[in-house]
């Protein structure tokens, strides 16, 4: 499993709640199968989805193979339309944990 994260941002008045255009690009992609796409961007999974409405902030989590496709998804589904969007890879913090130890021969 390869994890990546996608985190984005918009302003105050592209939010959804604020913006009745942007509401329409939100629904429309809650109202889509996005299962029945994700193979097309070798998603294997959504992990999960995570927004903080007043901070205008989320963190999507996918399993995935290539982040290239996954800016892809982004574009492809809107979400990088009136969001700053930025692609990391992610790991577990057992993961952190285990690197740290050898490492450092602990």
Wanted: net charge neutral.
């Amino acid at each position: 499993m390869t994890l990546y994260g996608i985190y984005g941002r918009h302003e105050i008045d592209q939010c959804p709640w604020n913006n009745k255009e942007t509401a329409k690009e939100v629904l429309k992609v809650a109202n889509s199968n996005l299962s029945a796409v994700l193979p097309k961007y070798k998603i294997h999974n959504i992990v999960g989805q995570y927004h903080s409405a007043l901070e205008h902030t989320f963190l999507w989590i996918l399993d995935a193979e290539d982040p290239h496709l996954i800016q892809q998804f982004a574009v492809d589904t809107g979400m990088a339309k009136f969001n700053e969007v930025k692609i990391v890879p992610i790991t577990e913090f057992k993961e952190v944990v285990a690197g740290a130890k050898k490492i450092h021969g602990l």
